[in-house]
């Protein structure tokens, strides 16, 4: 696995009690995990503070994520941080948002540098603020030649807008003679859309106790295991991935057919 040993048993020594640690099959960890950070505003609420400072803790617990799936040998992480309905926000929140993925896109670029992490952008870019846009294009420019783990990050992203945007690009290939609608498969539609070209999640976390899918990656899920928690997206730990992975572990993916020996 492509983890250096000694810092991996560094970030996750201590495990605390019912972490579920020990239960780990680090030869079977998902390549791929989507992760709905959800509850910030709740978790600032419950403190009497204003939802900004949820957002501010939700980056940190972003860190803390970003850090394990690396030590773990995870290969893409993709969050959602904005969707297309999130425009219906507050403006001061919006504009709150906004800078803070800028602010942190510039922050976290030492860490990506460190650990090998590529950036990569879900969504529609044109519609940020100029600051922010060209905040991800750096980003994306920076870390094109990293190797390691993929942060895929979904901001004005919206799975039906996105499906509708692959549709739209595959009718004017057939348009202009490039391809036939006989050949649009899954895999051809797969290679229209924001995620290609990584692979599909194998698991998917939503935190703070909500169980919907919320208008993201409604493609890519078709056959990944989705994992809710309570526990809100400020409060939201390597512990709590840890947990989430052994869960994950112990399903059966069968994609529509048998169990093995059924
Ligand atoms: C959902 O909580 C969270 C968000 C809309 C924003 C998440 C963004 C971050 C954690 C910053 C990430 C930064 C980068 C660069 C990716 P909510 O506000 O819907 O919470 P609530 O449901 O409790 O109100």
């Given at each position: ?51 900004g400072y949820g957002h501010a803790a939700g980056v940190a617990a ?85 190797t390691g783990m993929t942060l895929a990050v979904a901001v004005n992203?919206?799975s039906r807008a996105e499906m509708l945007r692959a549709t739209r ?94």
């Open positions: 696995m492509p983890v250096a040993h000694e810092e991996f048993l560094t970030y996750f020594a201590e495990a605390p009690d019912g972490s579920r640690f020990d239960e780990l099959d680090l030869s079977r960890v998902p390549r791929h995990i989507a992760v709905i950070m959800d509850g910030n505003g709740r978790w600032a609420a419950q403190r009497g503070l204003a939802r972003l860190r803390e994520v970003i850090t394990a799936c690396v030590r773990l040998g995870v290969r893409a992480l993709t969050v959602y941080a904005f969707s297309t309905e999130n425009w219906n926000r507050p403006q001061e929140e919006v504009n709150l948002l906004m800078s803070l993925f800028a602010s942190t896109l510039i922050d976290e670029l030492p860490l990506m540098h460190r650990e090998g992490v590529r950036l990569k952008y879900l969504g529609e870019m044109d519609d940020l603020p100029d600051d922010t846009r060209e905040t991800f294009e750096r980003g994306l420019r920076e870390t094109a030649d990293h992203y919206g690009a595959l009718a004017r290939r057939c348009v202009a003679g490039e391809m036939r609608p006989e050949d649009i498969d899954e895999a051809a539609f797969s290679s229209e859309l924001y995620t290609s070209p990584l692979p599909d999640p194998d698991l998917l976390i939503r935190t703070s106790g909500e169980e919907r899918l919320s208008n993201f990656l409604l493609w890519q899920l078709s056959y990944t295991e989705l994992v809710f928690t309570d526990v809100l997206w400020p409060d939201f730990t390597r512990w709590d991935l840890v947990r989430a992975i052994v869960e994950f572990q112990g399903r059966h993916r069968r994609y529509g057919g048998v169990e093995d020996g059924a």
